[in-house]
């Protein structure tokens, strides 16, 4: 069993409700990535993706420097928690057709983030399963809701 703490990202850096659409794109891009979490204090409230600030967003013709990331973001999201197996999460993401989750403590306290590009690259004996939840996780969507990032 490898524990979710032994492979998730640490420090991440997230955003405020009151952020604008700009001010996430900006940091996506600065980062290069496609998700930052939102939080109030060290709260997680949700996730804006890159996808929330184009179909929700912009598709909507809303402005990008005024909207603010609650107009967009996801607020139901799936988390992990340090502890978790890794193999659980893998099923979860498989099961939401997501790449990332955040990781939170007891009282939803963001503590880092765990990405399928993470435990591609540090857990290395859990390589056939990896491939079926990247598998799965990469399938086309039936319509449904995906849920998060």
Do not use: F
């Amino acid at each position: 069993m490898t524990a979710v703490s032994k492979v998730m990202t640490r420090g991440v850096r997230t955003l405020t409700p009151s952020d604008t659409l700009a001010q996430a794109a900006r940091v996506m891009e600065e980062l290069n990535v496609g998700v930052i979490p939102v939080c109030e204090g060290e709260k997680l409230v949700g996730v804006v993706t890159d996808r929330d600030i184009v179909v929700r967003g912009l598709a909507r013709a809303l402005d990008a420097n005024s909207t603010q990331l609650k107009q967009v973001m996801s607020t139901e999201v799936r988390c992990a928690t340090e502890e978790q197996d890794l193999d659980q999460v893998l099923k979860t993401m498989a099961n939401a057709q997501i790449r990332r989750m955040p990781v939170v403590d007891a009282k939803q306290r963001l503590v880092g983030i765990v990405s399928i590009g993470d435990i591609a690259a540090k857990d290395r004996h859990n390589d056939a399963d990896l491939a079926e939840s990247l598998g799965d996780i990469s399938a086309p969507s039936t319509g449904k809701t995906r849920g998060n990032a």
